[in-house]
Protein backbone atom coordinates (compact mmCIF):
# COMPACT_ATOMS: atom_id res chain seq x y z
CA UNK A 1 0.00 0.00 0.00
CA UNK A 2 3.04 2.19 0.57
CA UNK A 3 6.23 2.55 -0.68
CA UNK A 4 9.24 2.99 1.96
CA UNK A 5 13.27 4.41 0.94
CA UNK A 6 15.48 1.76 1.09
CA UNK A 7 17.30 1.21 4.54
CA UNK A 8 14.86 3.54 6.47
CA UNK A 9 14.22 2.55 9.41
CA UNK A 10 10.17 2.23 9.49
CA UNK A 11 8.90 1.92 13.09
CA UNK A 12 5.70 2.74 12.43
CA UNK A 13 2.85 2.95 10.13
CA UNK A 14 -0.39 4.63 10.69
CA UNK A 15 -3.32 4.54 8.68
CA UNK A 16 -5.63 8.08 8.89
CA UNK A 17 -8.86 8.44 7.42
CA UNK A 18 -10.29 12.18 7.07
CA UNK A 19 -12.68 13.28 9.25
CA UNK A 20 -14.63 16.53 8.37
CA UNK A 21 -11.74 18.33 6.67
CA UNK A 22 -9.85 17.42 9.72
CA UNK A 23 -6.57 16.07 7.87
CA UNK A 24 -7.35 18.13 4.58
CA UNK A 25 -3.95 19.29 4.11
CA UNK A 26 -1.54 18.20 7.06
CA UNK A 27 -0.26 15.19 4.97
CA UNK A 28 3.43 17.04 3.72
CA UNK A 29 4.62 17.08 7.05
CA UNK A 30 8.23 16.03 6.36
CA UNK A 31 9.67 13.83 8.96
CA UNK A 32 12.44 11.89 7.06
CA UNK A 33 12.89 13.46 3.33
CA UNK A 34 10.88 12.52 0.52
CA UNK A 35 7.69 10.66 0.99
CA UNK A 36 6.20 7.82 -0.81
CA UNK A 37 2.63 7.43 0.27
CA UNK A 38 -0.05 6.29 -1.42
CA UNK A 39 -3.90 7.52 -0.12
CA UNK A 40 -3.62 8.49 3.75
CA UNK A 41 -0.97 5.87 4.71
CA UNK A 42 1.48 8.68 6.32
CA UNK A 43 5.29 6.75 7.32
CA UNK A 44 7.93 7.96 9.84
CA UNK A 45 11.12 6.52 10.88
CA UNK A 46 10.98 8.58 14.30
CA UNK A 47 10.32 6.58 17.71
CA UNK A 48 6.59 7.47 18.19
CA UNK A 49 7.01 6.66 22.57
CA UNK A 50 10.52 8.49 22.17
CA UNK A 51 8.40 11.79 20.79
CA UNK A 52 5.87 11.17 23.34
CA UNK A 53 7.97 11.47 26.30
CA UNK A 54 9.91 14.24 24.68
CA UNK A 55 6.50 16.28 24.45
CA UNK A 56 5.52 15.26 28.23
CA UNK A 57 8.79 15.78 29.66
CA UNK A 58 9.06 19.39 28.01
CA UNK A 59 5.63 20.12 29.45
CA UNK A 60 6.46 18.44 32.57
CA UNK A 61 9.57 20.41 33.24
CA UNK A 62 8.22 24.09 32.23
CA UNK A 63 5.25 23.29 34.72
CA UNK A 64 7.70 22.25 37.79
CA UNK A 65 10.18 24.93 37.09
CA UNK A 66 7.40 27.66 36.92
CA UNK A 67 4.59 26.70 40.03
CA UNK A 68 1.21 28.49 39.38
CA UNK A 69 -0.95 28.17 42.33
CA UNK A 70 -3.73 29.69 40.08
CA UNK A 71 -3.07 27.28 36.91
CA UNK A 72 -2.71 27.81 33.38
CA UNK A 73 -4.45 29.02 30.62
CA UNK A 74 -3.35 27.17 27.01
CA UNK A 75 -3.84 28.32 23.64
CA UNK A 76 -5.00 27.07 21.52
CA UNK A 77 -5.78 27.32 17.77
CA UNK A 78 -6.75 24.34 16.84
CA UNK A 79 -3.56 23.24 14.47
CA UNK A 80 -1.34 20.45 15.15
CA UNK A 81 1.51 22.24 17.66
CA UNK A 82 -1.64 23.82 20.55
CA UNK A 83 -3.64 20.66 20.09
CA UNK A 84 -0.47 18.79 20.75
CA UNK A 85 0.62 21.29 23.69
CA UNK A 86 -3.37 20.74 24.99
CA UNK A 87 -2.74 17.23 25.15
CA UNK A 88 0.62 16.86 27.01
CA UNK A 89 -0.75 19.67 29.49
CA UNK A 90 -4.11 17.78 29.76
CA UNK A 91 -2.06 14.49 30.72
CA UNK A 92 1.04 15.86 32.85
CA UNK A 93 -1.59 18.53 35.14
CA UNK A 94 -3.39 15.39 35.77
CA UNK A 95 -0.55 14.08 37.56
CA UNK A 96 0.32 17.40 38.95
CA UNK A 97 -2.78 18.34 40.08
CA UNK A 98 -2.50 21.39 38.37
CA UNK A 99 -5.29 23.65 36.72
CA UNK A 100 -5.55 23.49 33.20
CA UNK A 101 -7.82 25.33 31.06
CA UNK A 102 -8.28 25.84 27.00
CA UNK A 103 -8.90 29.46 25.23
CA UNK A 104 -9.23 30.67 21.99
CA UNK A 105 -10.10 33.24 19.66
CA UNK A 106 -11.76 33.71 16.15
CA UNK A 107 -11.40 36.20 13.87
CA UNK A 108 -13.73 35.12 11.42
CA UNK A 109 -11.09 36.05 9.24
CA UNK A 110 -11.59 33.05 7.13
CA UNK A 111 -15.43 32.43 7.23
CA UNK A 112 -16.87 29.16 7.66
CA UNK A 113 -13.41 28.25 7.99
CA UNK A 114 -13.05 30.13 11.37
CA UNK A 115 -16.37 29.05 12.74
CA UNK A 116 -15.54 25.13 12.16
CA UNK A 117 -11.82 26.03 14.45
CA UNK A 118 -13.78 27.20 17.29
CA UNK A 119 -16.20 24.45 17.16
CA UNK A 120 -13.06 21.99 16.87
CA UNK A 121 -11.53 23.57 19.82
CA UNK A 122 -14.51 23.10 21.55
CA UNK A 123 -15.14 19.26 21.17
CA UNK A 124 -11.45 19.29 22.21
CA UNK A 125 -12.14 20.49 25.34
CA UNK A 126 -14.79 18.49 26.18
CA UNK A 127 -12.66 15.46 25.30
CA UNK A 128 -9.71 16.38 27.71
CA UNK A 129 -12.42 17.39 30.04
CA UNK A 130 -10.89 20.97 30.10
CA UNK A 131 -12.74 24.49 30.61
CA UNK A 132 -12.91 26.57 27.32
CA UNK A 133 -12.52 30.55 27.60
CA UNK A 134 -13.60 31.21 24.09
CA UNK A 135 -13.25 35.08 22.17
CA UNK A 136 -15.44 36.14 19.21
CA UNK A 137 -13.40 39.25 17.27
CA UNK A 138 -13.65 41.29 14.55
CA UNK A 139 -10.28 42.73 12.64
CA UNK A 140 -11.16 44.73 9.52
CA UNK A 141 -9.08 43.37 6.63
CA UNK A 142 -6.92 45.21 6.16
CA UNK A 143 -2.52 45.97 6.33
CA UNK A 144 -1.21 44.99 9.62
CA UNK A 145 -3.83 42.87 10.13
CA UNK A 146 -1.67 39.90 12.09
CA UNK A 147 -0.21 42.52 14.46
CA UNK A 148 -3.77 43.80 15.57
CA UNK A 149 -5.13 40.09 15.79
CA UNK A 150 -1.80 39.29 17.87
CA UNK A 151 -2.64 42.17 20.10
CA UNK A 152 -5.96 41.78 20.52
CA UNK A 153 -5.12 37.39 21.26
CA UNK A 154 -2.67 38.21 23.70
CA UNK A 155 -5.15 41.12 25.23
CA UNK A 156 -7.74 38.50 25.52
CA UNK A 157 -5.35 36.29 27.61
CA UNK A 158 -4.45 38.53 29.83
CA UNK A 159 -7.51 39.70 30.70
CA UNK A 160 -8.84 36.26 30.95
CA UNK A 161 -5.94 35.23 33.42
CA UNK A 162 -6.81 38.27 35.77
CA UNK A 163 -10.05 37.34 35.78
CA UNK A 164 -9.70 33.60 36.38
CA UNK A 165 -6.63 33.90 38.62
CA UNK A 166 -4.81 31.90 36.33
CA UNK A 167 -1.08 32.23 36.43
CA UNK A 168 -0.56 33.22 32.45
CA UNK A 169 -0.75 31.88 29.59
CA UNK A 170 0.68 28.64 27.86
CA UNK A 171 2.08 28.71 23.65
CA UNK A 172 3.05 26.27 21.53
CA UNK A 173 6.03 28.09 19.86
CA UNK A 174 8.68 25.23 18.99
CA UNK A 175 12.39 25.09 17.92
CA UNK A 176 11.23 26.27 14.14
CA UNK A 177 9.00 28.66 14.94
CA UNK A 178 11.80 30.18 16.89
CA UNK A 179 14.66 29.71 14.27
CA UNK A 180 12.24 31.53 11.86
CA UNK A 181 11.31 34.42 14.19
CA UNK A 182 15.34 35.34 15.15
CA UNK A 183 15.51 35.39 11.17
CA UNK A 184 12.57 38.00 10.54
CA UNK A 185 14.25 39.86 13.07
CA UNK A 186 17.85 40.00 11.66
CA UNK A 187 15.97 40.70 8.24
CA UNK A 188 14.63 43.83 9.58
CA UNK A 189 17.39 44.60 12.02
CA UNK A 190 17.32 44.29 15.61
CA UNK A 191 19.64 44.20 18.53
CA UNK A 192 21.06 41.90 21.57
CA UNK A 193 17.33 42.04 23.22
CA UNK A 194 15.87 40.65 19.28
CA UNK A 195 18.39 38.24 18.96
CA UNK A 196 17.72 36.51 22.08
CA UNK A 197 14.35 35.19 20.05
CA UNK A 198 11.43 33.93 22.31
CA UNK A 199 12.15 32.99 26.08
CA UNK A 200 10.47 29.95 27.62
CA UNK A 201 9.20 32.23 29.79
CA UNK A 202 8.62 35.85 29.98
CA UNK A 203 7.56 37.09 33.08
CA UNK A 204 6.66 40.87 31.84
CA UNK A 205 3.52 39.25 29.71
CA UNK A 206 3.26 35.91 31.67
CA UNK A 207 3.88 33.70 28.53
CA UNK A 208 5.59 30.44 28.50
CA UNK A 209 6.46 28.26 25.64
CA UNK A 210 7.11 24.63 27.09
CA UNK A 211 7.76 23.06 23.64
CA UNK A 212 10.20 26.03 22.49
CA UNK A 213 12.86 23.39 22.72
CA UNK A 214 11.84 20.90 21.12
CA UNK A 215 11.88 20.63 16.94
CA UNK A 216 8.54 20.03 14.33
CA UNK A 217 9.21 16.88 13.66
CA UNK A 218 8.51 15.82 17.85
CA UNK A 219 5.49 17.32 17.68
CA UNK A 220 4.12 15.45 14.64
CA UNK A 221 5.49 12.40 15.81
CA UNK A 222 3.31 12.75 18.92
CA UNK A 223 0.30 13.85 17.27
CA UNK A 224 0.86 10.66 14.51
CA UNK A 225 1.20 7.98 17.71
CA UNK A 226 -1.84 8.90 19.49
CA UNK A 227 -3.86 9.68 15.79
CA UNK A 228 -4.85 13.19 17.48
CA UNK A 229 -6.77 15.30 14.75
CA UNK A 230 -5.76 19.20 14.23
CA UNK A 231 -7.10 21.54 12.10
CA UNK A 232 -5.21 23.30 9.18
CA UNK A 233 -5.64 27.13 8.49
CA UNK A 234 -5.39 27.69 5.42
CA UNK A 235 -3.82 30.88 5.54
CA UNK A 236 -0.59 29.38 6.61
CA UNK A 237 -0.27 28.73 2.74
CA UNK A 238 -0.32 32.30 1.84
CA UNK A 239 3.51 33.76 1.09
CA UNK A 240 1.55 37.53 1.89
CA UNK A 241 2.49 37.22 5.43
CA UNK A 242 6.44 37.90 5.89
CA UNK A 243 6.25 34.48 8.32
CA UNK A 244 4.63 32.19 5.52
CA UNK A 245 7.10 33.80 2.94
CA UNK A 246 10.34 32.62 5.17
CA UNK A 247 8.83 29.43 5.73
CA UNK A 248 8.18 28.66 1.79
CA UNK A 249 10.20 30.55 -0.08
CA UNK A 250 13.73 31.71 2.10
CA UNK A 251 13.95 28.31 4.30
CA UNK A 252 14.13 25.96 1.56
CA UNK A 253 17.15 27.86 0.02
CA UNK A 254 18.91 28.58 3.42
CA UNK A 255 18.19 24.11 3.96
CA UNK A 256 19.92 23.94 0.53
CA UNK A 257 22.66 26.47 0.90
CA UNK A 258 23.55 26.01 4.98
CA UNK A 259 22.37 22.97 6.17
CA UNK A 260 21.76 23.53 10.28
CA UNK A 261 20.60 26.81 9.66
CA UNK A 262 17.87 26.34 12.33
CA UNK A 263 20.47 25.28 14.67
CA UNK A 264 23.00 27.81 14.16
CA UNK A 265 20.18 30.05 15.09
CA UNK A 266 19.16 28.98 18.25
CA UNK A 267 22.34 28.97 19.97
CA UNK A 268 23.00 32.21 18.62
CA UNK A 269 19.58 32.88 20.66
CA UNK A 270 21.45 30.88 23.46
CA UNK A 271 24.19 32.86 23.43
CA UNK A 272 22.45 36.20 22.90
CA UNK A 273 20.14 35.57 26.43
CA UNK A 274 23.77 34.62 28.08
CA UNK A 275 25.30 38.01 27.29
CA UNK A 276 22.31 39.34 27.87
CA UNK A 277 22.59 38.07 31.19
CA UNK A 278 26.40 39.12 31.90
CA UNK A 279 26.24 42.40 30.43
CA UNK A 280 23.11 44.17 31.30
CA UNK A 281 22.91 42.41 34.51
CA UNK A 282 20.77 44.24 37.49
CA UNK A 283 20.88 47.21 35.23
CA UNK A 284 17.28 45.08 33.38
CA UNK A 285 15.51 44.87 36.77
CA UNK A 286 16.53 47.85 38.51
CA UNK A 287 17.32 50.33 35.42
CA UNK A 288 15.38 51.88 32.60
CA UNK A 289 15.47 48.96 31.29
CA UNK A 290 12.55 47.50 33.77
CA UNK A 291 10.43 50.12 32.52
CA UNK A 292 8.38 51.18 29.76
CA UNK A 293 10.31 54.13 28.06
CA UNK A 294 7.13 56.21 27.99
CA UNK A 295 6.48 55.65 31.83
CA UNK A 296 10.22 56.83 32.49
CA UNK A 297 9.75 60.78 34.30
CA UNK A 298 12.04 63.56 33.35
CA UNK A 299 14.89 63.57 34.44
CA UNK A 300 15.61 60.27 34.70
CA UNK A 301 19.17 59.71 35.85
CA UNK A 302 21.79 57.47 34.89
CA UNK A 303 25.30 57.04 35.42
CA UNK A 304 27.63 56.12 33.19
CA UNK A 305 30.84 54.17 35.02
CA UNK A 306 33.66 54.09 32.65
CA UNK A 307 34.78 51.14 34.27
CA UNK A 308 32.33 49.33 32.54
CA UNK A 309 33.40 49.62 29.26
CA UNK A 310 32.53 51.52 26.33
CA UNK A 311 30.80 48.23 24.44
CA UNK A 312 28.95 47.35 27.32
CA UNK A 313 27.89 51.01 27.74
CA UNK A 314 26.56 51.14 24.63
CA UNK A 315 24.61 47.66 24.94
CA UNK A 316 23.16 48.61 27.84
CA UNK A 317 21.77 51.82 26.16
CA UNK A 318 20.73 50.26 23.05
CA UNK A 319 18.48 47.81 24.75
CA UNK A 320 17.49 49.90 27.59
CA UNK A 321 16.23 53.09 25.42
CA UNK A 322 13.88 50.66 22.69
CA UNK A 323 16.15 50.16 20.33
CA UNK A 324 18.63 53.19 20.07
CA UNK A 325 20.66 52.66 17.14
CA UNK A 326 23.79 51.31 18.17
CA UNK A 327 26.22 54.10 16.73
CA UNK A 328 24.13 56.91 18.17
CA UNK A 329 24.61 54.27 21.65
CA UNK A 330 28.42 54.32 21.37
CA UNK A 331 28.07 58.33 20.93
CA UNK A 332 26.49 58.43 24.10
CA UNK A 333 28.56 56.32 25.80
CA UNK A 334 31.85 58.18 24.95
CA UNK A 335 30.03 61.23 26.25
CA UNK A 336 29.12 59.65 29.28
CA UNK A 337 32.60 58.33 30.20
CA UNK A 338 34.10 61.94 29.42
CA UNK A 339 35.39 61.12 25.75
CA UNK A 340 35.04 64.63 23.69
CA UNK A 341 32.64 65.78 23.68
CA UNK A 342 31.82 65.10 27.17
CA UNK A 343 28.49 67.17 26.95
CA UNK A 344 26.14 66.32 24.67
CA UNK A 345 22.44 66.41 23.64
CA UNK A 346 20.43 63.98 21.09
CA UNK A 347 16.73 64.35 19.90
CA UNK A 348 15.52 60.83 18.42
CA UNK A 349 12.41 58.80 18.09
CA UNK A 350 13.01 57.08 21.40
CA UNK A 351 13.47 60.61 22.85
CA UNK A 352 15.92 63.29 23.99
CA UNK A 353 19.07 62.16 25.98
CA UNK A 354 21.78 65.03 27.18
CA UNK A 355 24.50 64.30 29.20
CA UNK A 356 26.11 66.74 31.69
CA UNK A 357 29.17 65.81 33.88
CA UNK A 358 28.76 62.08 32.86
CA UNK A 359 24.94 62.10 33.50
CA UNK A 360 22.79 60.54 31.46
CA UNK A 361 19.12 62.77 31.40
CA UNK A 362 16.60 60.95 29.39
CA UNK A 363 13.43 62.29 28.12
CA UNK A 364 11.04 59.61 26.70
CA UNK A 365 8.26 62.48 24.88
CA UNK A 366 9.60 63.52 21.32
CA UNK A 367 9.07 66.90 20.46
CA UNK A 368 5.68 66.93 18.83
CA UNK A 369 5.38 68.79 15.43
CA UNK A 370 4.72 72.20 15.78
CA UNK A 371 5.90 72.05 19.77
CA UNK A 372 9.02 73.46 21.02
CA UNK A 373 11.84 72.23 23.24
CA UNK A 374 14.20 74.38 25.43
CA UNK A 375 17.53 72.80 25.90
CA UNK A 376 19.67 74.09 29.13
CA UNK A 377 23.12 73.67 28.62
CA UNK A 378 26.32 75.47 29.06
CA UNK A 379 26.43 79.11 27.16
CA UNK A 380 24.76 79.75 25.36
CA UNK A 381 21.84 79.79 28.21
CA UNK A 382 19.26 77.82 26.36
CA UNK A 383 18.66 76.70 22.89
CA UNK A 384 15.09 76.29 21.77
CA UNK A 385 14.30 73.56 19.28
CA UNK A 386 10.34 73.80 17.51
CA UNK A 387 8.91 73.24 13.72
CA UNK A 388 7.47 76.26 11.48
CA UNK A 389 7.55 77.85 8.60
CA UNK A 390 10.10 80.38 7.95
CA UNK A 391 9.10 84.07 7.66
CA UNK A 392 7.39 84.82 4.38
CA UNK A 393 10.74 86.85 2.45
CA UNK A 394 14.18 86.85 2.79
CA UNK A 395 14.47 90.05 4.50
CA UNK A 396 12.83 88.83 7.45
CA UNK A 397 14.74 85.86 7.19
CA UNK A 398 18.07 87.85 7.80
CA UNK A 399 16.30 89.89 10.08
CA UNK A 400 15.73 87.05 12.39
CA UNK A 401 18.97 85.29 12.12
CA UNK A 402 20.09 88.87 13.27
CA UNK A 403 18.13 88.18 16.60
CA UNK A 404 19.28 84.42 16.94
CA UNK A 405 16.78 82.94 14.78
CA UNK A 406 17.69 80.67 12.38
CA UNK A 407 15.74 77.96 9.85
CA UNK A 408 16.50 75.03 8.90
CA UNK A 409 15.24 72.70 6.19
CA UNK A 410 13.05 69.97 8.11
CA UNK A 411 14.98 67.26 5.22
CA UNK A 412 18.19 68.41 5.77
CA UNK A 413 18.21 67.28 9.56
CA UNK A 414 17.11 64.04 9.84
CA UNK A 415 16.83 62.23 12.91
CA UNK A 416 18.56 61.68 15.26
CA UNK A 417 19.46 65.29 16.69
CA UNK A 418 22.98 65.92 18.11
CA UNK A 419 23.70 69.04 19.82
CA UNK A 420 27.45 69.24 21.15
CA UNK A 421 30.14 71.42 21.59
CA UNK A 422 32.95 71.70 18.48
CA UNK A 423 35.41 69.02 18.39
CA UNK A 424 39.23 68.89 17.16
CA UNK A 425 38.94 69.36 13.43
CA UNK A 426 35.28 69.99 12.93
CA UNK A 427 34.08 71.48 9.76
CA UNK A 428 31.16 72.56 8.16
CA UNK A 429 30.11 74.31 4.38
CA UNK A 430 29.08 77.34 5.39
CA UNK A 431 25.03 78.54 3.36
CA UNK A 432 26.28 80.12 -0.21
CA UNK A 433 29.98 79.14 -0.17
CA UNK A 434 32.08 76.92 -2.26
CA UNK A 435 33.83 74.37 0.23
CA UNK A 436 34.10 73.77 3.48
CA UNK A 437 35.71 75.59 6.79
CA UNK A 438 37.30 74.57 9.82
CA UNK A 439 35.01 75.93 12.84
CA UNK A 440 38.45 77.16 14.37
CA UNK A 441 38.80 79.54 11.59
CA UNK A 442 35.56 80.63 11.32
CA UNK A 443 35.97 81.36 15.01
CA UNK A 444 39.41 83.26 14.40
CA UNK A 445 37.21 85.57 11.10
CA UNK A 446 34.55 86.53 13.68
CA UNK A 447 37.66 87.40 16.49
CA UNK A 448 36.47 85.30 19.01
CA UNK A 449 38.78 84.44 21.73
CA UNK A 450 39.88 80.86 21.26
CA UNK A 451 39.09 80.14 24.88
CA UNK A 452 35.56 80.83 24.29
CA UNK A 453 35.07 78.03 21.53
CA UNK A 454 34.10 75.63 24.21
CA UNK A 455 31.22 78.13 24.47
CA UNK A 456 30.24 77.06 21.17
CA UNK A 457 27.45 74.73 20.38
CA UNK A 458 26.51 72.53 17.11
CA UNK A 459 23.98 70.82 15.38
CA UNK A 460 24.57 67.34 13.60
CA UNK A 461 21.96 65.74 11.89
CA UNK A 462 21.77 61.65 11.61
CA UNK A 463 24.09 61.71 8.65
CA UNK A 464 27.29 63.06 10.40
CA UNK A 465 26.87 66.69 9.33
CA UNK A 466 26.81 70.09 11.02
CA UNK A 467 23.95 71.77 10.03
CA UNK A 468 24.17 75.20 11.81
CA UNK A 469 26.52 76.22 14.93
CA UNK A 470 25.85 79.11 17.44
CA UNK A 471 28.62 81.20 15.98
CA UNK A 472 25.00 82.20 13.63
CA UNK A 473 26.20 79.81 10.50
CA UNK A 474 23.40 77.43 9.11
CA UNK A 475 25.16 75.09 6.63
CA UNK A 476 24.98 75.13 3.31
CA UNK A 477 23.31 71.50 3.13
CA UNK A 478 20.24 72.89 5.40
CA UNK A 479 19.48 76.31 3.97
CA UNK A 480 15.63 77.23 3.77
CA UNK A 481 13.86 78.75 1.56
CA UNK A 482 10.61 81.41 2.76
CA UNK A 483 7.41 79.93 3.55
CA UNK A 484 9.23 76.69 4.15
CA UNK A 485 8.69 74.10 6.59
CA UNK A 486 11.50 74.45 8.93
CA UNK A 487 13.35 73.09 12.33
CA UNK A 488 13.73 77.24 13.80
CA UNK A 489 16.39 77.40 16.16
CA UNK A 490 16.18 80.42 18.60
CA UNK A 491 19.02 80.92 21.24
CA UNK A 492 19.24 83.19 24.30
Not at 44 to 56: C, F, I, K
Not at 66 to 88: E, F, K, R, T
Amino acid sequence: MAGCKENSKLLHLFYLSPKNGTYSKHLHVDLWGPVALAGCVYLYPMDARVSQLAVVAATRTFLKAHPAPGGWLVACSGGQDSVVLAHACAHVAKEMGITIALAHVNYHLRGQESNDDAAFVQTLAKTLELPLYLCDATIPKKEGIQAKARADRYAFFTQTCGQRGFAGTLLAHHAQDQAETILMRLLRGTGLRGLRGMQLYNPELKVGRPLLNLCKKEIAAYAFAINLPWREDSSNATKAYTRNAIRHDLAPVLDALAPGWVQRLLDTARQATEVWAEVIGDAANNGPLAHKATHIPWPTQVSLQPEEGRTAQAVYLTEAFMGLPYPIALRLADAGMGRNPADIHLETAQGTFSIKDQILYYSPAKMAMGGSKKLTLPPPASISISQANAPATLAEMKQEAAEGIFYLQVDAVPYPHILRPPAEGDRMQPLGMQGTKLLSDMRQEQGLPAALLRDVRVLENGNGDIVWCSLGIVAQVAGCTPGQLAWRIKTA
